[in-house]
C-alpha cells in the first residue's frame, strides 16, 4: 500500500504543478502584442513599413545598414 500511496501523491503533485503552463502563456501574451504591434506600424506607416522591414532584414542578415 506504500507503493500505491506513494503513487497516487507523486502523479497529483505533477498534475498541480502550473510552472510550465505559466510560460506557454507569457509566450501567447508576447506572440499577440507582438502581432499588434507589427498590425498597428503597418497600418500607421503604409508601404514605407514594408520598406522599413526589409531593411531591418538586410542589416540583421548582412549587419550593415542599408
Not at 509566450?27 to 506600424?41: C, F, K, M, N, R
Not at 522599413?52 to 542589416?59: I, P, S
Amino acid at each position: 500500500m506504500n507503493i500505491l500511496n506513494a503513487t497516487k501523491k507523486m502523479i497529483s503533485s505533477f498534475a498541480c504543478e502550473e510552472d510550465g503552463a505559466q510560460i506557454v502563456e507569457y509566450g501567447l501574451i508576447i506572440a499577440a502584442v507582438s502581432l499588434a504591434l507589427i498590425g498597428a506600424l503597418s497600418a500607421l506607416a503604409g508601404a514605407d513599413f514594408t520598406t522599413f522591414t526589409g531593411n531591418v532584414g538586410t542589416w540583421l542578415t548582412t549587419g550593415k545598414a542599408p
